[in-house]
C-alpha cells in the first residue's frame, strides 16, 4: 500500500475516533479521497479508451487482476450503493440524470460477478468519459455525506430491513462472488463504512489502476 496513502488513513481513523478531532479526521479523509481522484482523472486524461478494457494481469482474484474501467465501474457503484440505498436511504446517483444511458452498462450491479473475457466485454460497453463523471458525482456526494456526518453517527449500525433494501434494490448480483457484501456491509457500524469503502477500498483500487496502466505502458514500450 502507497505509504504516504496508508498514514493518511491511519491517522484519519485515529482522529475519527475521538469527539474533539472528529472534524479533523473528516477533513484528512477529504483530503486523502482528492488525492486519490487526482490518480483517477490523470489516467482518464492521459490512456486512450483502448486502454482501458485491457487485462494486462489476466485472470485471477487479486484487485490488479481487472480493467481500468471495470475498476472505476466497481469502486463507484459500490459507494453509490453504500451511501445512498443503505446509509442515507435515498435513489442512488447512478439513477438519476440517466447516468446508465450515457455510461451505456449493461448492467447496474458492482460488478463483482464479472471475470475474464466477460469484464472485457463488460468495459469495452463503457463510454469512459461519462462513466469518469459518473465517478465525480458520486465522488462529490458522498463528500457532502461525509461533510453532514456528526460523531455520534458513528456508531449508527444497520437492520435488517436495511438488508432487505439493499436486496430488493438488485444491485448486487446474487452469485458466489458478490452476495456476501451486503452482509459485509450490513455488519459495520457508520465508522467501518468510512473505511471500507469510503477510504481504504479507494486506496486497494486506484493502487490497482497505477499496476495496471504501469504495465500497459511497459507492453506499449515493447511493441515499439
Not at 172 to 187: E, M, Q, R, T
Request: hydrophobic share 40%; aromatic share 10%.
Amino acid at each position: 500500500m502507497d505509504k504516504e496513502w496508508s498514514e493518511k488513513n491511519k491517522k484519519m481513523q485515529t482522529l475519527i475516533s475521538k469527539e474533539a478531532t472528529f472534524s479533523e479526521g473528516i477533513n484528512l479523509l477529504l483530503e486523502l479521497r482528492g488525492n486519490l481522484f487526482e490518480q483517477i482523472s490523470s489516467i482518464i486524461k492521459t490512456f486512450p479508451r483502448v486502454a482501458f478494457y485491457q487485462l494486462p494481469f489476466g485472470h485471477g482474484d487479486k484487485n490488479h487482476n481487472s480493467t481500468l474501467a471495470w475498476s472505476l465501474w466497481h469502486l463507484f457503484r459500490i459507494e453509490d450503493i453504500v451511501a445512498h440505498t443503505l446509509i442515507l436511504n435515498n435513489r442512488q446517483i447512478l439513477f438519476e440524470s440517466n447516468w446508465i444511458e450515457k455510461i451505456n452498462s449493461p448492467i447496474i450491479t458492482t460488478g463483482n460477478e464479472l471475470d475474464g473475457e466477460a469484464m472485457i466485454e463488460f468495459s469495452k460497453k463503457l463510454n469512459v468519459k461519462a462513466l469518469y463523471d459518473y465517478c465525480k458525482a458520486v465522488m462529490d456526494s458522498t463528500n457532502e455525506l461525509l461533510k453532514s456526518l456528526r460523531f455520534s453517527d458513528l456508531k449508527r449500525k444497520f437492520s435488517v430491513e436495511d438488508k432487505e433494501r439493499l436486496i430488493a434494490g438488485e444491485c448486487v448480483s446474487n452469485s458466489d462472488s458478490a452476495s456476501w457484501l451486503i452482509d459485509f456491509w450490513c455488519g459495520k457500524n457508520v465508522k467501518g463504512l468510512i473505511q471500507m469503502p469510503f477510504s481504504r477500498h479507494w486506496i486497494m483500487h486506484v493502487e490497482a489502476m497505477r499496476r495496471i496502466k504501469n504495465k500497459l505502458c511497459q507492453e506499449a514500450k515493447r511493441n515499439c
